[in-house]
């Protein structure tokens, strides 16, 4: 899979969206935001699902330029699609290391270690992760981390759909970066300003409706650096109050 096609569709008005269609391609962040209920999830949800003018929206989505006919639509979803939620557990009675493995056997993966995968995971998250660790007794940013990792290295599904990737114990710089290097095409929805900046085009949702899509100009990538600076300050500050360390200018 190369490129995926939204059709447009209807808002929660019922009034059609103001564009024919757009085709985005893997290897790129596309950052979906809007105010809540705007239609970020139900976007996701259409992708996900692979609709053909069947859902609320009326959009259909198009593989590589084809109809995704109703009986591949459950194959596609497992097999192309990927989907990080927002709120994340594991409830599986088993150590990270036989998670992991588990799914390497399921998806036929032989070329990453699992080594591999907690050195990713961790660089994600401050919080280290060890492969006898229990996944019940994982925190919040470490379960993101992982299955971060997890779906960057040992998932061969060219699509990531994440819902707010925000989360106080995951660097999203790291997080990003990672995720752009499995040359996969990315959607994240989010209420971060800072995190829609990080994307390469931004979906703007209004009305349950693709409102406008927006490439990142040249003045918002160098406006993207400064935050990034800013955000990586706030996380050094962040972990030294964790540790009980006092804070300087330089944090």
């Not at 003018?53 to 593989?63: G, N, W």
């Not at 998250?125 to 992982?146: H, M, Y």
């Not at 996969?184 to 406008?212: E, V, W, Y």
């Amino acid at each position: 899979m190369d490129n995926l096609t939204i059709y447009a569709g209807v808002s929660k008005t019922n009034e059609t969206e103001n564009f024919n269609s757009v085709t985005f391609k893997r290897g790129h962040i596309y950052c979906i935001v809007g105010d809540t209920g705007s239609g970020k999830s139900r976007l996701i949800k259409d992708i996900e699902q692979f609709v053909n003018a069947d859902s609320l929206t009326k959009r259909k989505i198009y593989v590589d330029g084809n109809e995704v006919s109703l009986d591949k639509r459950n194959e596609f979803s497992t097999s192309l699609v990927s989907h990080l939620s927002q709120n994340m557990r594991f409830v599986l009675d088993a150590s990270v290391y036989e998670f992991l493995e588990l799914h390497k056997q399921c998806r036929y993966n032989t070329n990453v270690s699992i080594e591999t995968v907690l050195k990713t995971a961790n660089l994600i998250t401050k919080e280290p992760i060890v492969s006898a660790q229990d996944l019940t007794s994982l925190s919040g940013g470490q379960t993101r981390a992982l299955m971060i990792a997890d779906i960057a290295l040992i998932s061969d599904n060219p699509i990531i759909l994440i819902d707010e990737i925000e989360n106080a114990g995951i660097n999203k710089h790291i997080a990003f970066g990672i995720l752009l290097k499995s040359n996969k095409l990315i959607f994240i929805a989010t209420h971060d300003p800072h995190t829609s900046l990080l994307g390469d085009k931004r979906i703007i949702m209004k009305n349950g409706a693709i409102d406008k899509i927006i490439d990142k100009s040249p003045l918002e990538a160098e406006i993207t650096e400064k935050l990034k600076h800013m955000y990586n300050f706030q996380i050094e500050c962040q972990t030294k109050i964790k540790k009980g360390e006092l804070l300087n200018e330089m944090c």
